[in-house]
């Protein structure tokens, strides 16, 4: 346990993909920016269809990865369904709908998408230190909840594993990654997805902990509004600030989680 204040510690959580691995909203943006298509274009489908997209049900494990590549580029590609989300997002914000591409311009080749945002992950090493750190007082559990898809990539083709990327240790499905924590749980295996409530009540219930006992870190606001709900510490990791999250860690903790540099003795003369 470590304690601050008024509260006693026993474990964090974090988030994988844009938290202990690079963001796969950054391929996303990269693709919308080459197509043309408006900004967060992309994002604004991917969430509207809900629990019942192709994303959703993959990260929950009731698709394989090919039925998964063929749902999420016909729901990317289903232009009226993209006004209509589109419309109410920008609506939200103020903004002017945009002049859109042709609808013959709009296609989305789901395994094409998919592939860019797995191949650009990599490790933020900021945010492993602190794991390492936090994992080396063995005062703490260091618990994963993430949205993943473990459970339904089983028995793929070698060189669909290349394609994506997956054969690195910074692969959302490694080996090397599961290995930094004390509980791994992915949505995939469970059932569950975050924002759902039940996954952080899993996580809990799988540690021996209450949710005030916790400090979680997301990248998605949205991810953290049902821990905070619940009582958790919530610590929001922006794309790009994984050192200002890591300080904030260290002062809700009060332990220094950055990494030790070595000090050179000095000579005398």
Known sequence: MASTGTREYGAVIFDVGGVVITSPLIAIAAYERERGFPK??????????????????????????????????????????GRELYSQFCSKRGWAFPQLPLPSEMQVDGRELFGRMMRGSQFDKIIVNAIKEIR?????????????????????????????????????????????????IDSSEVGLRKP?????????????????????LDDLGMNLKPAKDLGMTTIQVQIGRSEEAVQQLSETLGLDLFERKATVPSSRL
């Open 40 to 81: 967060d274009w992309l994002n604004v489908l991917i969430t509207g269809y809900g629990h019942k997209g192709a994303w959703q049900k993959f990260e929950r494990g009731e698709l394989d990865l090919f039925s998964f590549y063929e749902g999420f580029g016909r729901e990317l590609s289903n232009v009226e369904k």
């Open 136 to 184: 080396s007082t063995k005062r703490l559990r260091v618990i994963a909840v993430t949205n993943n898809f473990a459970a339904s990539v089983q028995d793929i083709p070698q060189s669909e594993m290349e394609f994506l990327g997956w054969t690195s240790g910074a692969a959302s499905t490694s080996q090397q990654l599961r290995d930094l924590f004390d509980d791994y």
């Open 196 to 216: 759902d409530p039940a996954i952080y009540k899993l996580a809990c219930e799988r540690n021996g902990l209450q949710p005030m006992q916790v400090v979680m």
